[in-house]
């Protein structure tokens, strides 16, 4: 089993949906990655949490250290947030990431 | 913010030759580089750690003499695929930790041997 799990595996929303991202593992951690993969490959750190909660625009990011629990929320979305958004985990600083499976959402117009 | 440089982009090189790619950190000294594989529509694999000064660390099944990683400096770590195959094409992505736990990417190389 994967210390890091992501659901759903794929996702297909409408524009303007809102739309939520799991994460759930099953180590101790010191941090928890979100990022974005856009198709081309690059990959851009979205949030970094330790505990509680972090919002960017239309981002939101929660954690629940006790439930071992991530999610990953996007408002209003939009086909530009269209890409491939992967959970990481850090069990302690400068430590290597663990990833989750990645996330395939796609926005229509 | 911090940023790591990784070039090439993309190359395309014939079977049997070398391929370097270089991950530089721009703004910050990084002590430490992780080096990763990700094949189409999978996750990120991490190939090898590399530490400035000394030897890299490398993940079970991956081959040392086949992925020779160099840190020479604190701001450059390299990879080289040697005597590169088409089942090595794949895209490498370089990411270094930063201040706390925070990391950064490289925007990665996508490598095709054909």
């Known amino acids: 089993k994967n210390e890091v799990e992501q659901s759903p595996q794929n996702l297909t929303a409408q524009e303007g949906e809102f739309i939520t991202i799991n994460c759930s593992y099953s180590?101790?951690?010191?941090?928890l990655h979100w990022l974005q993969q856009h198709p081309g490959g690059g990959i851009v750190s979205l949030f970094m949490?330790?505990?509680g909660k972090k919002k960017h625009g239309r981002l939101i990011a929660t954690i629940n250290i006790q439930e071992k629990h991530s999610s990953l929320h996007i408002t209003a979305s939009h086909p530009r947030d269209s890409a491939v958004y992967i959970c990481?985990?850090?069990?302690?600083?400068?430590?290597?990431?663990?990833f989750g499976t990645g996330t395939r959402l796609a926005v229509r117009p | 913010g911090a940023v790591v440089s990784q070039h090439p982009s993309w190359v395309i090189c014939k079977s049997g030759t070398s391929v370097k790619i270089e991950c530089r950190s721009l703004?910050?000294?990084?002590?430490?580089m992780f080096w990763y594989r990700q094949f189409p529509k999978q996750s990120l694999m991490l190939m090898a750690t590399?530490?400035?000064?000394?030897?890299?660390?490398?993940e079970q099944g991956v081959e040392k003499d086949k992925f020779l990683i160099n840190h020479a400096s604190l701001t450059l770590s390299t990879l080289t695929v040697t005597s590169a195959h088409p089942e090595d094409s794949s895209f490498y992505i370089c990411?270094?930790?930063?201040?706390?736990?925070?990391?950064?990417f490289g925007s990665g190389t996508r490598l095709t041997v054909v």
């Open positions: 990411s270094a930790p930063g201040q706390g736990a925070s990391y950064t």
């Open positions: 180590v101790g951690i010191s941090a």
């Open positions: 949490l330790s505990s």
């Open positions: 990481a985990v850090m069990k302690s600083s400068g430590d290597k990431l663990t």
């Open positions: 703004d910050f000294q990084a002590t430490t």
């Open positions: 590399s530490n400035e000064g000394s030897k890299a660390t490398y």
